[in-house]
């Protein structure tokens, strides 16, 4: 058995990916990352050994950028150079194609973006998402339908979906 | 037979990979008369795809010294004792290091490509969780093992029953080192084994043993030192390894041949 400490450990890799893809700027991700770590730490007591750290982990996470862009009211956008360039792969098309994901993503409402990236890059099951995040499983269902269609327009190159006009006679 | 209407909450669900096969079927017909609900599906699935390929190299880095408990000197103190926490703290902050500047892999400051990193990350993954773990359980006396040699054969049975695959632990008593026993250990993503050997001066010697390396190409020996405890490490096939010592490289270096030849 791992104890409290080793496990917040080994779950830091996969709370750098997340952040890193909810907030998009590296440093500004880790920031996160170490800020969740302490305030994991420091509230060990709260944590029960039938809770899964990891899931505890990402709702501390959650409760923590919420109010981070709380007390910046704007929300930033990162759309320029600092994007992190991950695709360097053999293929130069990859590239663009990555970039569009990044900007997309930088593009939806984080409500949606968190949901997408819980499910879609950690691979929490709807209901775990909806422990995590501490919200009724109908929110997570219609953000994630929200969201997955909006990023599909978004990358499709279309402008976001605009409902159809009603015929009125 | 009527089967149930889909929702959109089955959709999700398809492309997330979340229901049972047989509804999964039904979601397949369903899709083959409406191409524009599937092609929607297909767009959903490969956002998920893109989502991973961009973020999962994250997963490799190296974790920056500024990320970790802010007190773990205190908390390593409580679990394994004032020798392992220094140890500890020397593994956890070096770790940075043998990544991007791991003395084994000349290879990679010429040819940074995407697999290459990908794989020295895994591997070096695989060096830095069996250091931790010889820092945790090689100082302690009363409980150094779960299962101890005496009983060998139940040792290997249930080891290669959680890991899934064969392991044997390599007899290197010709080395000086005998077998105390072994223990289950959590790993990246599921069951890993230690194997826990002594010699009659009261050294320490730990297998690590590691059957998550599927996606991992193989790979040579790999060295890294840090602070009093050095890892020799190697993938082959599915399994990785990584012997750890607090010994000389050429001491390491000999008894992980010796492993290597009794493994093959």
């Given amino acids: 058995m791992l104890d409290p400490g080793a496990e917040i450990i080994a779950c830091i890799p996969r709370l750098r990916r997340y952040a890193r893809a909810l907030v998009g700027d590296p440093a500004a ?13 420091s509230r060990m007591a709260e944590w029960r050994r039938d809770r899964e750290m990891r899931a505890w982990l990402f709702g501390i996470m959650h409760n ?4 981070d862009l709380r007390a910046r009211r704007l929300q930033t ?3 320029d150079d600092d994007l992190p360039d991950l695709a360097q792969g053999s293929n130069p098309c990859a590239g663009l194609e990555v970039r569009d994901m990044q900007a997309a993503l930088n ?11 819980l499910i879609g890059l950690e691979g929490m099951s709807y209901d775990q998402v909806a422990a995590t995040l501490g919200m009724p499983l109908g929110t997570v269902m219609s953000r994630l339908s929200r969201g997955r269609e909006k990023l599909r327009s978004l990358m499709e190159g279309r402008a976001a979906p605009v409902l159809p006009l009603q015929v009125v006679k | 037979m009527n089967s149930l209407p889909v ?22 017909a369903w899709l083959a008369a409406r191409p524009e609900e599937a092609a929607r599906v297909n767009a959903y699935r490969s956002q998920n795809l893109a989502l991973r390929q961009l973020f999962d190299p994250v997963l490799d880095e190296a974790v920056p010294p500024s990320i970790g408990l802010p007190e773990r000197r205190v908390w390593w103190h409580g679990v394994a004792g004032r020798c392992a926490a220094a140890v500890l703290i020397a ?5 940075a290091g043998w990544v991007v500047r791991g003395n084994a892999m000349p290879e990679v400051a010429t040819r940074p490509d995407r697999v290459q990193l990908a794989r020295v990350g895994a591997a070096a993954g695989l060096a830095r969780q ?18 101890g040699a005496e009983q060998e054969d139940h040792l290997v049975a249930w080891l290669s029953k959680r890991l899934g695959k064969p392991v044997h632990p390599p007899h290197l008593g010709k080395l000086g080192y005998d077998l105390i026993g072994g223990r289950l250990l959590p790993g990246e993503s599921g069951p890993v084994a230690q194997f826990m050997y002594q010699d009659t001066a009261g050294k320490r010697l730990t297998l690590y043993v590691s059957t998550e390396q599927g996606a991992a190409a193989d790979t040579g020996f790999r060295f890294a030192q840090e602070g009093k405890v050095g890892v020799f490490y190697w993938i082959d096939g599915d399994f990785g390894y990584a012997l750890s010592a607090g010994a000389s490289r050429g001491e390491l270096a000999s008894i992980a041949t010796a492993v290597y030849a009794q493994l093959k």
């Fill in chain 2, 91 to 95: 593994v956890l902050g070096g770790m």
């Fill in chain 1, 64 to 67: 923590l950028h919420v109010d």
């Fill in chain 1, 77 to 79: 956008t990162a759309l």
């Fill in chain 2, 7 to 28: 929702t959109e909450a089955d959709l999700h669900a398809y492309v997330d990979g979340l229901l049972p096969l047989a509804r999964q079927a039904e979601i397949e």
């Fill in chain 2, 130 to 147: 069996a250091a931790i773990a010889h820092a945790v359980y090689s100082p302690e006396l009363r409980h150094p093992v779960e299962v």
């Fill in chain 1, 29 to 41: 991700a880790d920031d996160l990352v170490q800020d969740t770590v302490e305030r994991g730490w």
């Fill in chain 1, 107 to 117: 593009l939806l409402a984080v409500e949606q973006r968190e949901i997408l990236l």
